[in-house]
C-alpha cells in the first residue's frame, strides 16, 4: 500500500467511517476556496488556518484541492460569513462569535462569558448534542460549521492602567468582540470589534484604550506591550475559545461521503492541534513578555469578577430571549456546564490545583 493511500485511511479512521480513498487526477478533482478572518502568516491562528486548508489536500490525496485566502486577499475578515453563505466561495476559517449580529447564538460555538473550557466545548459540540444545534442553526443561513480550532483560555487583556475595581471600567475603550463585549459594556466601557490586523494601530493611536486578543504565545507578535504594559490572565469571557471551519452547506451537500469524511477528519485534527500547540507555547512566551518587555502581569480581583459575573447573567438571559432557537442552545449549553462542569472540579480542577500545591507551582 503506497503510504499517502495509507496516511489518508488512516486520519478517516479517527473519524469513525473508513472509505477507501478514490483515484484522483487533475479533471475530477474538486476545488475548495477557503476565506479565513486572520491575515496571512499570522502566528497562532493565522498559521493554524494555512495548515488546516493544507491537510484537507494532503489527507484527500489531491481530491480536494484548497485555494487559501488571508483576511483582506479575497474579502475582508467580517466578510468570511457572507462570503461562503452565497457561495461564493466554499468555507472559512474563523470564530463564530464574530457573527453574532446574523444570529445572537453564534456566541455559543465560539465562547461565552462564564462558559465552557475547551475540554468541555468539545465534548458538548461531539457527544452533547451541540453539533446538531450549530447545524440546525447554520440551516438558517445555508452554513454547516465544523470545529476546527481552540485557543484555551484566554487571557482577560492589555490595559494601559490597572483595574482594581469595577469603576475603572467606566469610560475604557476596549476592543472585545462577542458577548464578552457586551458584559464590558454593561460595566460602562466603550466596545469596539475590529479584526486582528487593525487592533494594534488602533491601541497605539489611543484610538482604544485596552484590547483583548488570544494569549501569550499569539499575543507575543501583536506588540501590544508597546501602548499596555498591564496584562491580565484569565478573562471570563472567552473560557475555551472554539474555531470553525464553515462550509457552505449546499457545497457540502453536494460531496461524496469519502470528501465529507475528508474535511471532518482534517478539522479534527486541527481542532487538537492548534489547543496543544497553544499549551505547549503559552508559558514561553508569557515568560518573554515579562523578561524581554518589562510586561506586569495582573489578575482581576474577586470584586471584580463578581461584576463581570452580575453583568454575564443580564447578557445571557437577553440572548435567551432573543428567539427560540437560542434559547434551545442556551439551555443545552448551559445544561451540560451543569454535569460536566462539577465533575471537571471534583476531578480535573481538584487534582491540578493539588498538584500545584505540592510542586510549588503559582
Same mark, same amino acid.
Do not use: C
Given at each position: 500500500?503506497?503510504?499517502?493511500?495509507?496516511?489518508?485511511?488512516?486520519?478517516?479512521?479517527?473519524?469513525?467511517?473508513?472509505?477507501?480513498?478514490?483515484?484522483?487526477?487533475?479533471?475530477?478533482?474538486?476545488?475548495? #476556496?477557503?476565506?479565513?478572518? !486572520?491575515?496571512?502568516?499570522?502566528?497562532?491562528?493565522?498559521?493554524?488556518? /494555512?495548515? %488546516?486548508?493544507? +491537510? &484537507?489536500?494532503?489527507?484527500?490525496?489531491?481530491?480536494?484541492?484548497?485555494?487559501?485566502?488571508?483576511?483582506?486577499?479575497?474579502?475582508?475578515?467580517?466578510?468570511?460569513?457572507?462570503?461562503?453563505?452565497?457561495?461564493?466561495?466554499?468555507?472559512?476559517?474563523?470564530?463564530?462569535?464574530?457573527?453574532?449580529?446574523?444570529?445572537?447564538?453564534?456566541?455559543?460555538?465560539?465562547?461565552?462569558?462564564?462558559?465552557?473550557?475547551?475540554?468541555?466545548?468539545?465534548?458538548?459540540?461531539?457527544?452533547?448534542?451541540?453539533?446538531?444545534?450549530?447545524?440546525?442553526?447554520?440551516?438558517?443561513?445555508?452554513?454547516?460549521?465544523?470545529?476546527?480550532?481552540?485557543?484555551? #483560555?484566554?487571557?482577560?487583556? !492589555?490595559?494601559?492602567?490597572?483595574?482594581?475595581?469595577?469603576?475603572?471600567? /467606566?469610560? %475604557?475603550?476596549? +476592543? &472585545?468582540?462577542?458577548?464578552?463585549?457586551?458584559?464590558?459594556s454593561k460595566l460602562g466601557a466603550s466596545t469596539v470589534s475590529l479584526p486582528g490586523?487593525?487592533?494594534?494601530?488602533?491601541?497605539?493611536?489611543?484610538?482604544?484604550?485596552?484590547?483583548?486578543?488570544?494569549?501569550?504565545?499569539?499575543?507575543?507578535?501583536?506588540?501590544?506591550?508597546?501602548?499596555?504594559?498591564?496584562?491580565?490572565?484569565?478573562?471570563?469571557?472567552?473560557?475555551?475559545?472554539?474555531?470553525?471551519?464553515?462550509?457552505?452547506?449546499?457545497?457540502?451537500?453536494?460531496?461524496?461521503?469519502?470528501?465529507?469524511?475528508?474535511?471532518?477528519?482534517?478539522?479534527?485534527?486541527?481542532?487538537?492541534?492548534?489547543?496543544?500547540?497553544?499549551?505547549?507555547?503559552?508559558?514561553?512566551?508569557?515568560?518573554?513578555?515579562?523578561?524581554?518587555?518589562?510586561?506586569?502581569?495582573?489578575?482581576?480581583?474577586?470584586?471584580?469578577?463578581?461584576?463581570?459575573?452580575?453583568?454575564?447573567?443580564?447578557?445571557?438571559?437577553?440572548?435567551?430571549?432573543?428567539?427560540?432557537?437560542?434559547?434551545?442552545?442556551?439551555?443545552?449549553?448551559?445544561?451540560?456546564?451543569?454535569?460536566?462542569?462539577?465533575?471537571?472540579?471534583?476531578?480535573?480542577?481538584?487534582?491540578?490545583?493539588?498538584?500545584?500545591?505540592?510542586?510549588?507551582?503559582?
Amino acid at each position: 500500500m503506497e503510504r499517502r493511500k495509507f496516511l489518508a485511511g488512516a486520519a478517516l479512521a479517527g473519524t469513525g467511517t473508513v472509505l477507501a480513498a478514490p483515484m484522483v487526477n487533475a479533471q475530477n478533482a474538486k476545488t475548495m #476556496t477557503i476565506v479565513s478572518t !486572520w491575515p496571512r502568516d499570522f502566528p497562532g491562528l493565522g498559521l493554524s488556518a /494555512q495548515r %488546516l486548508a493544507s +491537510r &484537507i489536500t494532503e489527507i484527500s490525496n489531491g481530491a480536494i484541492q484548497t485555494e487559501y485566502f488571508a483576511a483582506g486577499e479575497r474579502v475582508g475578515a467580517f466578510d468570511s460569513f457572507d462570503e461562503v453563505a452565497s457561495g461564493n466561495s466554499q468555507g472559512y476559517i474563523g470564530a463564530d462569535y464574530y457573527w453574532v449580529g446574523k444570529h445572537p447564538a453564534y456566541a455559543y460555538f465560539t465562547a461565552v462569558p462564564f462558559g465552557m473550557t475547551t475540554a468541555e466545548q468539545n465534548a458538548w459540540v461531539k457527544f452533547g448534542g451541540g453539533q446538531e444545534l450549530w447545524d440546525e442553526l447554520g440551516s438558517e443561513f445555508g452554513v454547516k460549521g465544523l470545529l476546527a480550532g481552540n485557543t484555551g #483560555t484566554q487571557a482577560g487583556g !492589555w490595559f494601559n492602567k490597572e483595574i482594581n475595581s469595577p469603576d475603572d471600567l /467606566q469610560g %475604557l475603550k476596549m +476592543r &472585545i468582540p462577542g458577548l464578552g463585549g457586551n458584559v464590558m459594556s454593561k460595566l460602562g466601557a466603550s466596545t469596539v470589534s475590529l479584526p486582528g490586523g487593525q487592533i494594534y494601530e488602533n491601541l497605539v493611536s489611543g484610538a482604544i484604550e485596552a484590547t483583548e486578543w488570544v494569549g501569550p504565545y499569539n499575543d507575543y507578535f501583536m506588540k501590544f506591550y508597546e501602548a499596555a504594559k498591564f496584562y491580565y490572565t484569565a478573562g471570563m469571557h472567552e473560557p475555551g475559545s472554539a474555531l470553525a471551519l464553515g462550509m457552505n452547506a449546499s457545497w457540502w451537500g453536494s460531496l461524496t461521503d469519502y470528501e465529507k469524511a475528508v474535511i471532518t477528519a482534517a478539522a479534527m485534527e486541527e481542532n487538537a492541534a492548534q489547543y496543544e500547540e497553544t499549551v505547549a507555547l503559552n508559558g514561553v512566551y508569557l515568560q518573554r513578555l515579562i523578561d524581554e518587555h518589562g510586561v506586569e502581569v495582573k489578575s482581576f480581583n474577586d470584586d471584580v469578577w463578581d461584576a463581570f459575573g452580575e453583568a454575564s447573567e443580564e447578557v445571557v438571559e437577553e440572548v435567551r430571549d432573543h428567539s427560540e432557537m437560542a434559547a434551545k442552545v442556551n439551555d443545552s449549553y448551559a445544561d451540560f456546564i451543569q454535569s460536566a462542569g462539577g465533575m471537571m472540579a471534583q476531578f480535573e480542577v481538584s487534582f491540578v490545583n493539588q498538584r500545584n500545591r505540592v510542586l510549588g507551582l503559582d
